[in-house]
Structure formats: C-alpha cells, structure tokens
C-alpha cells in the first residue's frame, strides 16, 4: 500500500517560528512553534539572530513530525513563508552571518532613507519599486550593515557575501548551499526590485552602491527551488516547492485569487492586502504596490498598507506595561470598560506605516481623566489597531474607486470578538473572519502543492474555504465618524510633537 503525502508549510514569523503539515484536504495534521530572542540594541532598533531563526526552524520540522506522527519522506513538498523584508548577510563559504539579522520593524537605517527622501528620489524609487522610501524596507538595511561590518562593502564586491531575506535564508540553510533564490513577493520588499521588468534594478543598485553578486535570483512562488539535503530534513530529501512573503502567502490561503479581493491579517503587525490583478497599479496615496504572487507565468499584483504596530501593542500592554496575564484577556477587559471618554492610543512605536510613513513619530495617549481605568487603556489600545485599518481602507477605496464589499480576516487577533465588532463598526464594511486563521502557511503550503501536482489548481483548493463568522456593523453613523474624527486628531497631534 502507498503511504499517503502531506505538504509542510514552515511559516517564519516576528516572534516565532511554525511548521504545520497539511493533507490533501488542506487540514491541519501537526504542527510545532517555538519562540525566539528579540533584541532592541537601541531605542527603535530591532535585531534577531539568524542562526538561532534556523535553530528554531530546525527544532519545529522536528516538533511537527512528532506530533503528527508523520514520516519526513511523506512529504511531498516545502512552502516557505516568512516575516518580510528583514534582511540577512552571510558569507557564501561558511554560511555564518556577518551580522544579525535587521529586523523589518527596526529604524536603524532611518538617515539612510531620509537622505535618499532629502535628495529627491521618491518618483525614482516609486516608480520602479512601487514602493515609498522607508527604512522598513530591505535596501537601507543592506546599506546599513555594508556600512557598520568592517571590511563588508568590499567582500561583498568580491562576492564573498550572499544577502537574503528569511525566505532566503531558510532555503539556503535548508539546502545546504546549493540555491540562492528568493521569490517575488519577498522581492518586490527589497526596494531593490523592478516590478515592472521582474529584475533587480540596475540603476538603484548603482545609487546605493550593492553589488549585484551578492543578491538572490528570482523565481516565480511556486516551483522547485532546490531539495533538503537528508541530514537537514531527517535524511529525506523533500522539494522546497512553494515560497511567499506572510501577507502574499495569508492572501493566497485566504483564496483571495480575483481582482478586487482584500484581507487583512493581524500579527504582530496588520496588513491589508489587495488584490489588483496583472497589472501593477500605482497608488497615489501612499499605499504600496506589490507583488502578490507569481503562478505558471503569470504575476499577480497587489496594494498593500502596512501598519507596523498591531498585535505588538497588546504585546506591550502585557509585558511592557504588565496590564494583561495574556494577550487574549484583552477582549474581556475592553467589555469591561464602562468609559464613553474618548481615550485614544496612537502606537507609533517605531514609526507610522501606511498612510503617513513617518518614521520620526512615536507613541502617545490622549483623552486621559483622573477616571480613566486600566480597562480603558487597553480598549483604546484595541481600538488603535481598527482605527489603523480604517485608515488604509478609506485610502484603498480612495485609490481604487472599489467599495470593498466584504473584508477577510486572519491572524491572532482576528479571534478577538471586542476587536472583530469594532473594526466593522469603525468601517461599516462586513467582516468575513477566516475559519482556518492559518491562512499564511496554508497559503504556502497551496503553493508549495501546486508546484509539484499535489493539487491540480486553484479550482481544487477553493473547496477547501472554511468561511469563519461574519461581523455586522451595528454603531450608528454619528458615533462613527465623531470616534474616527477623535483619532485623525490624536494622530495629528502625534506627529506635531515630533
Ligand atoms: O512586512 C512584515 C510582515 O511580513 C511581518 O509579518 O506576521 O510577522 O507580523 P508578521
């Protein structure tokens, strides 16, 4: 009797790494996570290490396989996916990295990119990328370390030195060596990326002086990139087959396949993603066009805003602030706030993403009273992340002319009732959460299938939607728009007081 197949999807996180096996029906048959150090060297700098990002790999292949009790040779594909644009160098004949990885949500490169802002190269980058100069992206953060490694920019000339994003990385590490590839979702976050001719851009290569030698080659997401090597993969050696950026893998998984479709999904931060089909269609409000995904020749493109500070507020108000036990006891204590005070959190920790891209500004509370509680902090907290949606789907609308009809949702957060209520009374958009909240890897794991005929086509996978709860927008009109007005306001006032 043959022995039946799965696909494993390794999806690298912020916070944590996960691998999950899936069956031929999209079900969930084992998974493992395991959590890794943050580092904040400075105030808004933020680091991992790569090696320990691999060791955590590593460990959750091997978690995934005990708990679901399959064998690695049951596998019959690998989909990466993975935090975007944080940036990792490595020497090409050790594999060690010559510094740690800087992390998407960091601002160490801030002067780098305020400087190519100073010298007038917005059209330039925007044009060719899609995107807006920012340090979340990977170009200044290659800069950067080039610039603070010693000896760096000239080993990188000499091809001594390889650059990946983590997708990169993984199968890199994975492989051992033998494919240095990344895809063009992860790639269309590089700001290195033409979008339009599917090819590192020379000319922004040249102005930020990095060697061509050391970048990836690019690939379609979803084909065989290369094979573990056994000693990586409990001796089997499966075809790492499927490969996208978390937000283009959710948007894959949430089957968010038409022109038109849009999700969101809230991690450690919330991005908002829609589909906007062939063509790539530039924002002119500050949205980033992106690569969704590329399949059997074809690219699919996208707009994107990107909110930095979403799940890591509640983060912050449980380890920094110690108002929570667990993320989760949120949802109970906004229900138990009793304030109409209007209290508001703008949690720009590192920055404001999509609209504003300001990378000075930083947190701050308003409307607070000798009554203000506990329980109101926290649900301004909450609010700030439907607040923050609000602002990228007025400005997706805007941009577009689509009224989005209905929004997908995914992510840890999306299981937060009080959460989920406001944010489609705050855009008076119906809610549609995801019934599998796995979406990322699953969306990896589709693509990883689809590249080695696991599954057939995007038709087969359809079967597999699991539609979650539908939210319904219940507050009145003029309640709305005054709490919207009071956070237009409360940002306002944040970023004055740069
Ligand atoms: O662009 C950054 C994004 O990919 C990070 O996603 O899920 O780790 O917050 P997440």
Excluded: C
Aim: hydrophobic share 40%.
């Amino acid at each position: 009797m043959t022995e039946s197949t799965y696909i494993m999807a390794i999806d690298q996180g912020t916070t944590s790494s996960r691998a999950i096996i899936f069956d031929k029906k999209g079900r969930h048959i084992g998974s493992s996570q395991k959590e890794f150090t943050q580092y904040f060297p400075r105030e808004s700098w933020v680091e991992h290490d790569a090696n320990e990002i691999w060791n955590s790999v590593q460990s959750v292949i091997a978690g995934a396989f005990i708990e679901s009790g399959i064998k690695p040779t049951q596998i019959a594909g690998i989909g990466i996916t993975n935090q975007r644009e944080t940036t990792v160098i490595w020497e090409k004949d050790t594999g060690r990295p010559i510094y740690h990885a800087v992390v998407w949500q960091s601002r160490q490169s801030a002067s780098i990119a305020n400087k190519l802002k100073e010298d007038g190269h917005q059209e330039f980058f925007h044009e060719k990328t899609g995107l807006v100069i920012d340090a979340y992206f990977s170009a200044t953060k290659i800069r950067w370390i080039l610039d603070h490694v010693e000896g760096a920019q000239e080993r990188a000339e000499k091809g001594e030195l390889m650059f990946g994003t983590i997708d990169s990385w993984l199968v890199w590490k994975l492989t051992d060596g033998q494919a240095h590839v990344t895809d063009y979702s992860n790639a269309s976050r590089t700001m290195l990326f033409n979008i339009h001719e599917l090819d590192w851009d020379q000319e922004i290569l040249d102005l930020l002086n990095i060697p061509r030698v050391m970048l990836p080659k690019v690939t379609s997401n979803s084909e065989v990139y290369g094979y573990t090597q056994g000693y990586h993969f409990y001796g089997s050696e499966a075809p790492i087959s499927g490969m996208a950026g978390d937000q283009q893998a959710a948007l894959f998984g949430q089957m968010a396949f038409e022109p038109g479709m849009v999700k969101n999904t809230y991690g450690t931060g919330s991005f908002i993603v829609m589909n906007t089909g062939e063509k790539p269609q530039l924002s002119k409000n500050n949205l980033l066009t992106t690569i969704g995904y590329g399949i059997n020749g074809k690219v699919y493109y996208a707009l994107e805003g990107s909110i930095f500070v979403a799940g890591s507020s509640i983060q912050w108000l449980r380890d920094g602030l110690q108002m929570l036990q667990k993320a989760s006891d949120s949802e109970d204590a906004a229900k138990r706030s009793t304030s109409d005070d209007e209290v508001y959190v703008v949690p720009a920790f590192v920055g404001l993403g999509a609209p504003y891209w300001d990378q000075a500004a930083r947190g701050s509370m308003f409307g607070l009273t000798r009554g203000t509680t506990k329980e109101d902090i926290i649900k301004a907290t909450l609010q700030s992340i439907a607040y923050q949606v609000r602002d990228i789907i007025d400005t997706m609308q805007d941009d577009t002319g689509i009224q989005i009809p209905v929004l997908k949702v995914d992510g840890g957060a999306a299981n937060n009732e009080y959460l989920m209520q406001f944010q489609t009374d705050i855009l008076n958009v119906p809610i549609q959460r995801a019934g599998n909240l796995e979406t990322t890897a699953l969306g990896a794991a589709f693509l990883a299938g689809l590249a080695v005929g696991y599954w057939k086509d995007t038709d087969e996978i359809r079967e597999f939607y699991e539609a979650g709860k539908i939210f319904e927008a219940e507050m009145p009109e003029e309640r709305r728009e005054k709490l919207y007005t009071g956070w237009k306001k409360a940002v306002k006032a944040t970023q004055a007081f740069e």
